[in-house]
């Protein structure tokens, strides 16, 4: 919901309040659907492997167990991660130069409604395994 909120501020500002700024052209139409397109990736395998654990990818919800291999070997959030490229690369496309403070206000909005408390969660109920995991694999990238 927040990503889609981010969304359709963005989509309106550019549609309805671009005062003539711009990216320029066909780089960052071409730049943007790189990012959109390496975000959905990004949480497309983050998906595959939490499916593969058979543990639930839905936020808030109890994980059944710590899923630390492929993407999540590279980052704890990749999903997240993905949502913040899918936001910074239609902003990009959209031409949505004013839109840029919603990228480090979705990754604030992300990090203490979701980030945080999930791995409090994952904390409490993986102890060792996740204090490791935390040591070897950074947050975000």
Not at 40 to 50: F, G, I, R, S, T
Not at 130 to 135: G, L, N
Request: glycine share 8%.
């Amino acid at each position: 919901m927040w990503l889609l909120a981010a969304l359709i501020l963005a989509w309106a500002q550019a549609t309805h309040l671009p005062l003539g700024l711009s990216f320029g052209g066909v780089w960052a139409d071409f730049a943007g659907g790189l990012i959109v397109g390496a975000g959905l990736l990004l949480a497309l395998l983050a998906l595959y492997e939490m499916r593969r654990y058979r543990t639930t990818p839905i936020p808030h919800q109890e994980a059944d167990r710590l899923v630390t291999t492929g993407i999540f070997s590279r980052s704890r959030n990749p999903i997240y991660l993905g949502d913040l490229m899918i936001l910074a690369g239609l902003i990009l496309r959209w031409d949505a130069v004013l839109s840029l403070p919603l990228l480090p206000l979705f990754l604030w909005v992300i990090e203490r409604r979701f980030v945080i408390p999930e791995e409090n969660r994952l904390r409490r109920k993986f102890r060792a395994d996740f204090a490791r995991y935390c040591q070897k694999t950074r947050r975000w990238v």
